[in-house]
C-alpha cells in the first residue's frame, strides 16, 4: 500500500506551473499530522511526505519522517533537493529503492 501525505505548499522557489503557489501559504499542523499517524494502514507500506510546495521546508519534515522509520514504514518525498536538502540525511532517513527491493 502507499500513502502520500501534503505536509507543505510552502516553497522556496516560485515555478510558473506549479499550483501551490497560489494556496494558502502554510504547514500541515502536529495534530493533523499525529491524526493522520493514527490512520495509516499497519504495515510496511511507502510513505511520501510530499506537498503542493517543497516538503523539506516543514519544521517537522525530518522528525515525521524519522518516526515513520521507526513505526516500519517506508518515508520518501519528491523534491526540489538540491536546493535545501542533506544528502547525507537524505541517505539516512528516506527511501533507497537499492536498499528495498521490490517496493
Known sequence: ???????????????????????PQ?????????DIFGRLTPGRHA??????????????????????????YIPYTITNGRSRIDAELAKEGLHNSPNHPGI
Open 26 to 34: 502554510r504547514h500541515m499542523t502536529e495534530a493533523t499530522m499525529n
Open 47 to 72: 510513505v511520501s511526505l510530499q506537498g503542493e510546495g517543497e516538503p523539506t521546508m516543514h519544521p517537522r519534515f525530518w522528525d515525521w519522517a524519522e518516526r515513520l522509520r521507526k513505526t516500519g
Open 1 to 23: 500500500m502507499f500513502h502520500q501525505i501534503e505536509v507543505t505548499t510552502k516553497c522556496n522557489f516560485r515555478c510558473f506551473y506549479c499550483a501551490g503557489r497560489t494556496m
